[in-house]
């Protein structure tokens, strides 16, 4: 991960070295040719669904919708990978999101990287109060005062700041338990439940800002890249976004880490994204939800997991339909073209309303020619109109104190 948002603030700046803009790496197989024969490559392999089965449109979701889980702007990040200093450079302007927002019925929008400081003025700025209402913007931890002996009540001020020029959360990156490292960027990697961030989860806390925290990546990204890993197509584009070997944790014990960091701030609203850390066992996230009645979980970018087990998500849904949010992870294009499930145009939305709202069988899950997270399709969980409006805003409106 270090390199890839480097490379997208790079790119923002239009000083990638990577070149990649509209129609990126994935969406460059379209126009290959389309060879035949034993010899067929599994790169090659590009399969289409014979099914007959119904295709429902969903042009706009059936009530307003406030996605908790958008970068509209990215934060500066030193060669590390580890978000530094204050500089923010916005990927769209609010202007043009509100287009995309009115026809796919989006009420709000919140943009997870915010930043810090003048950039986090800068953006509450472009946004929030360009279109009132419209878009909420979180802060995010300033890691380039973590050196300072006074580190824990800096961070613990900057949050009070923050919530004073009217961020609306705290994000957290996997960049907490797998990028910050005792020097910043050398020497051991910083654990979750690291005591020096106890100020800042409390200051959340105190200032009504819910921490929207990301920590962990899919199970795949923990175990090697081999002929057995699931998202080998992912992590063939995306090498970097490994998490096997070298020193880092294991999944389970990012999961233990965060566990106890939880349960030491029972006041602290936490919103567990990408539900809960591990879509794929949604066993696990239903008991971390009930351990923790301080948490929250949001759908982001896991649609490809929630939507291959229709049966046991449904169920899911059922059971915690007060404490799943809704968010798609949108990065505008050109930048967001780079990981199709991820790309803010109306498509994304389509298809989130598709798997929430019908019973459809067998579709791609992102507008890509070789699905991007791995292989597979996914099956529409037809929600109840109760259990959608809650998704799609009442949760969201009750953790980010949103007024009807
Ligand atoms: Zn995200």
């Not at 929430?356 to 791609?364: N, R, S, V, W």
Request: aromatic share 10%; proline share 7%.
């Amino acid at each position: 991960m270090s390199d890839w948002n480097r490379r997208r603030w790079l790119q923002s700046l239009g000083l990638g070295a990577l070149g990649v803009g509209s129609g990126g790496l994935l969406r460059a197989d379209d126009a290959k040719p389309c060879p035949s024969g034993p010899g067929l490559q599994l790169q090659d392999f590009r399969p289409k669904s014979a099914l007959h089965v119904k295709q429902t449109f969903v042009p706009k979701a059936k009530f307003p919708v406030i996605d908790v889980h958008t970068h509209l702007s990215w934060t500066a990040q030193n060669k590390g990978g580890v978000p530094v200093g204050e500089k923010v450079a916005a990927q769209i302007t609010a202007k043009d999101a509100l287009v995309v927002m009115d026809r796919k019925n989006v009420r709000a929008m919140v943009n997870l990287t915010g930043g810090t400081g003048k950039g986090l003025e800068e953006n509450i700025a472009a946004f929030d109060k360009a279109a009132p209402g419209r878009f909420l913007t979180c802060t995010e931890p300033s890691y380039g005062d973590f050196l300072d002996p006074k580190y824990p009540q800096l961070q613990a001020d900057a949050i009070e700041h923050a919530a004073k020029a009217g961020a609306r959360g705290l994000k957290i990156l996997k960049a907490l338990g797998l990028v910050l490292r005792e020097r910043i960027s050398e020497g051991p990697l910083v654990k979750v439940d690291d005591k020096r961030f106890d100020p800042m989860w409390e200051a959340c806390a105190a200032h009504k800002l819910p921490v929207m925290i990301h920590v962990a990546d899919p199970e795949a990204f923990f175990t090697p890249i081999d002929c057995t890993n699931e998202r080998w197509d992912e992590l063939g584009h995306h090498p970097d976004w490994s998490f096997y070997g070298k020193d880092y944790p294991s999944f389970k014990e990012i999961m233990e880490a965060r566990d106890r960091m939880f349960a030491r701030h029972p006041k602290t609203s936490f919103v567990g994204l990408h539900v809960g850390h591990d879509a794929e066992n949604l066993e696990f996230v239903g008991q971390s939800l009930d351990k923790f009645p301080n948490m929250t979980v949001e759908i982001g970018a896991r649609i490809g997991e929630l939507g291959r087990q229709p049966r046991t998500a449904g169920r899911f849904f059922d059971k915690y339909q007060d404490r799943i949010l809704f968010g798609t992870d949108a990065v505008p294009p050109p930048d967001g073209e780079n990981y199709p499930q991820q790309v803010f145009k109306d498509e994304l939305y389509e298809i989130y309303y598709r798997f929430l709202e019908t019973e459809d069988e067998a579709f791609d899950y992102a507008p890509a020619p070789v699905p991007p997270q791995g292989r597979w399709q996914i099956y529409g969980l037809g929600l109840s109109d109760a259990i959608l409006k809650k998704v799609y805003n009442g949760n969201a409106m009750r953790v980010l104190g949103i007024n009807a």
